[in-house]
């Protein structure tokens, strides 16, 4: 069990009448319990809330007027995970359950379909299951460079591949095309960790569907798996995104910051990411 104050301060100023919908609140999940928490809106601002039922994912919507506005977010959240079992076998297609089956197909970012041939290539020989999981991020984590500003909200993973850069995401839409690929349902998973060196931000990661379990791994090598307080979960980044707009406004300020209550033992401090300077987990 892991106990974290998590916390998000979002500033805004409205250019004119914007619906808005942010998805920044600790997800009711199984494998999470949320302590205390409060949220608060500038005044004149009248939420509607509401919680996807499959995903646990908490949105809260509204109408903003021109003028500042301001979101803060708090909670205090356990974490409770345990860690993957390493022989996880992977799952014959024709076995794949219903509500597991969408996430073997191809989406906006996950162009799997297109990248078909190339994943096969790379690891068509790899040996199935967890193993093979574990192929996929360590080839991510050596090829890609963690780079912020070399991607934007349209880049895509088949992009990613190409030129060899991204962030946080975009590590995570490659590791799931990858999967995908191969058959192997795989999705998006983003939420608040502590990272080795600041500044914080949202963390994208990914989890497989392996031997009838989702196993969450994350390629950037940021931070511990099992300390990731989950905000949301999807088939790519247009179901988590922490805002979508309808309207004009731009961003003034944000700020992320998590405090973990409970040290972390020596041999569980993630590794830094390549380049050194590529601390910014951009979301």
Not at 206 to 221: K, Q, S
Not at 244 to 273: I, Y
Request: charged share 20%; with cysteine.
């Amino acid at each position: 069990m892991h106990l974290s104050t998590v916390e998000t301060v979002l500033e805004y100023q409205v250019d004119a009448p914007t619906h808005l919908c942010f998805n920044i609140e600790a997800a009711h999940w199984p494998t999470q319990k949320i302590l205390s928490e409060r949220l608060h809106i500038s005044s004149g601002v009248t939420p509607h809330r509401y919680t996807e039922p499959r995903s646990g994912n908490r949105f809260i919507r509204f109408d903003a007027a021109p003028g500042p506005l301001a979101l803060r977010y708090k909670a205090e959240v356990e974490v409770h995970t345990s860690a993957s079992d390493t022989t996880l076998r992977e799952t014959p297609v024709n076995q794949v359950p219903d509500d597991i089956f969408p996430y073997l197909l191809a989406t906006r970012y996950c162009e799997s379909d297109a990248l078909g041939n190339e994943v096969l290539r790379l690891f068509g020989q790899a040996a199935p299951g967890h193993a093979r999981v574990r192929a996929i991020v360590e080839w991510i984590r050596s090829e890609v460079v963690y780079r912020p500003g070399s991607s934007d909200s349209n880049t895509t993973a088949q992009q990613v591949y190409q030129q060899r850069a991204g962030v946080c995401r975009d590590f995570a839409h490659l590791g799931i095309t990858f999967c995908r690929a191969l058959n192997i349902p795989a999705r998006i998973v983003v939420g608040y960790v502590w990272f080795d060196e600041p500044p914080q931000d949202f963390h994208a990661l990914f989890e497989a569907w392996l031997d009838g379990h989702w196993v969450m791994f994350d390629p950037t090598g940021m931070a511990p798996v099992d300390r990731l307080v989950r905000i949301g979960t999807g088939r790519d980044a247009k179901d988590v995104a922490f805002a979508t707009m309808f309207g004009q406004l731009r961003m003034t300020s944000k700020e992320v910051m998590v405090l973990e209550h409970d040290p972390r033992p020596r041999d569980m401090v993630a590794p830094t990411p390549a380049p050194a300077l590529a601390r910014a987990a951009a979301f």
